[in-house]
């Protein structure tokens, strides 16, 4: 008599019960392998051994980038957060940017851009006019029209201007300054300081002292107002043999000009001596 093995099918629950088994044997496994793998990325083998510095490093040494942002590193060649030891880059004085790039065998690769100083930023309260005084710390503001900290004695350009203007103005402003530099160089001058008061009127100080009240408007409005005055006022400092102390652009069919000694309200007018 044949007889054939015959296959007992399990229950449905000892099938589920089999099966979480499994996959619980295999959870296990998997955290193991995880942590062994964070322990032994973790081991002194797999330390940095050594950074690669390219770019911009004329404000900063090998040696004092190493003090300033080794210390804030954590963790080895393999367990590296790239993003945040380009952090501790961009902390260090100067730093703008910084790029991190693995390099094997356990080398970093740091890419830096450093800021580069185009005025001094002197922060104003929201609101406040062009007459009132910062009451936080003079700053710089880069190439970009970012502001940032660091040493002021630094600066090895002592001509840089000085921007005043409510927070978050800084790149508005050096955009300002840009677009009317060209003009004043009719008056063989320069602007020294540029301020923008709460209201969004603007100031410029130029190098010799004379103070320009330009107004409000937009920056193309203000460039026209600026460049008409200019190529106008020399005129006026000739007739009267004054330079020029002051000006006041707010005006719809003209400009009112104050000369040293004398006083003149439009160059269409004729001038009042003072006594």
């Not at 000892?14 to 099966?19: D, E, G, H, S, T």
């Not at 600026?226 to 005129?235: A, H, Y």
């Not at 040293?260 to 309200?265: F, P």
Request: proline fraction near 5%; hydrophobic fraction near 45%.
């Amino acid at each position: 008599m044949n007889t054939a093995a015959a296959s007992i099918a399990l229950p449905p629950d000892v099938r589920l019960m089999n099966a979480v088994s499994a996959l619980l044997v295999l959870a296990v496994l998997g955290g193991a392998l995880l942590l062994a793998g964070r322990w032994a990325m973790r081991l002194p083998v797999f330390n940095v051994r050594g950074i690669q510095v390219v770019g911009d490093v004329s404000r900063n040494s090998v040696a004092s980038l190493r003090a300033n942002a080794l210390p804030r590193l954590r963790g080895s060649f393999l367990s590296l957060d790239l993003k945040d030891g380009r952090a501790a880059f961009e902390a260090v004085p100067w730093v703008r940017h910084a790029e991190l790039q693995r390099i094997w065998p356990m080398r970093l690769k740091v890419r830096l851009e450093e800021h580069r100083a185009a005025a001094y930023w002197e922060p104003r309260p929201d609101g406040a006019d062009a007459d009132s005084e910062s009451t936080t710390e003079r700053a710089l503001v880069n190439s970009f029209g970012e502001v940032f900290q660091a040493n002021l004695g630094d600066v090895e350009d002592e001509d840089l201007p000085v921007l005043s203007g409510p927070a978050h103005s800084a790149g508005d402003m050096l955009a300002m300054w840009r677009a009317l530099e060209p003009a004043v160089e009719r008056l063989d001058d320069e602007i020294e300081r540029l301020d923008l008061s709460g209201r969004g009127s603007w100031r410029a100080t130029l190098g010799k002292g004379a103070v320009i009240e330009l107004g409000r408007g937009s920056q193309a409005e203000l460039v026209q107002r600026f460049e008409r005055f200019t190529r106008t006022v020399v005129t006026v400092e000739a007739r009267y043999h004054a330079p020029l102390l002051a000006a006041d652009l707010r005006h719809a069919d003209g400009y009112a000009v104050r000369l040293r000694g004398v006083t003149t309200q439009t160059p269409g007018k004729p001038a009042n001596k003072k006594r």
